[in-house]
């Protein structure tokens, strides 16, 4: 496995692991017909314009030219923490290689672009329905965070939100 910085070329890839992740990690949550709608293509121009603004740092897992999963992380978007907090705007991994390592693979290096970038902590949202993100975010040691809960509305579906943090400096 390769983990490089993505380029505009790979947004294709990303787009296709976003929103084949979204369809089986949140089957249960959300709205068949809401999963269903969701396109590669609107994906595709999303991420196209994200990395050429280049606000945020984007890295992919790929082996044998295939794109398996990616991280995207930058400045904490919370009004609430400072400049010092970085924070994991998405990870996803294509099912076929969940519980392979690689979400692990691309935390840690995201993890020491942090340290290297001077982030002093890392935080997340994660929906309270994704059981499998929580267990593996608590499993790296990310840990829910004081008055660290919203509610949003999805395709019709009230769901909660939860922010899990974790420090850079141990």
């Given at each position: 496995?390769?983990?490089?910085?993505?380029?505009?070329?790979?947004?294709?890839?990303?787009?296709?692991?976003?929103?084949?992740?979204?369809?089986?990690?949140?089957?249960?949550?959300?709205?068949?017909?809401?999963?269903?709608?969701?396109?590669?293509?609107?994906?595709?121009?999303?991420?196209?314009?994200?990395?050429?603004?280049?606000?945020?740092?984007?890295?992919?897992?790929?082996?044998?030219?295939v794109t398996?999963?990616?991280?995207?992380f930058g400045?904490?978007?919370?009004?609430?923490?400072?400049?010092?907090?970085?924070?994991?705007?998405?990870?996803?991994?294509?099912?076929?290689?969940?519980?392979?390592?690689?979400?692990?693979?691309?935390?840690?290096?995201?993890?020491?672009?942090?340290?290297?970038?001077?982030?002093?902590?890392?935080?997340?949202?994660?929906?309270?329905?994704?059981?499998?993100?929580?267990?593996?975010?608590?499993?790296?040691?990310?840990?829910?965070?004081?008055?660290?809960?919203?509610?949003?509305?999805?395709?019709?579906?009230?769901?909660?939100?939860?922010?899990?943090?974790?420090?850079?400096?141990?």
């Amino acid at each position: 496995m390769n983990i490089s910085r993505a380029s505009p070329e790979d947004a294709y890839a990303i787009a296709q692991v976003h929103v084949d992740s979204w369809r089986e990690a949140y089957r249960t949550i959300l709205p068949a017909d809401y999963l269903a709608a969701l396109s590669v293509e609107k994906r595709q121009a999303f991420w196209t314009q994200a990395i050429a603004e280049g606000r945020s740092e984007l890295w992919l897992a790929k082996a044998d030219g295939v794109t398996q999963a990616w991280i995207n992380f930058g400045k904490s978007r919370d009004d609430d923490l400072d400049a010092t907090d970085a924070e994991i705007w998405a990870l996803y991994v294509a099912q076929p290689f969940w519980s392979k390592g690689i979400g692990l693979q691309l935390w840690l290096k995201a993890k020491d672009c942090m340290r290297s970038q001077r982030f002093s902590s890392c935080s997340l949202w994660v929906l309270s329905e994704n059981f499998r993100a929580v267990r593996f975010y608590e499993m790296v040691g990310f840990k829910q965070g004081i008055h660290s809960s919203k509610s949003m509305e999805l395709a019709g579906i009230q769901l909660t939100e939860l922010r899990y943090v974790i420090s850079l400096e141990d």
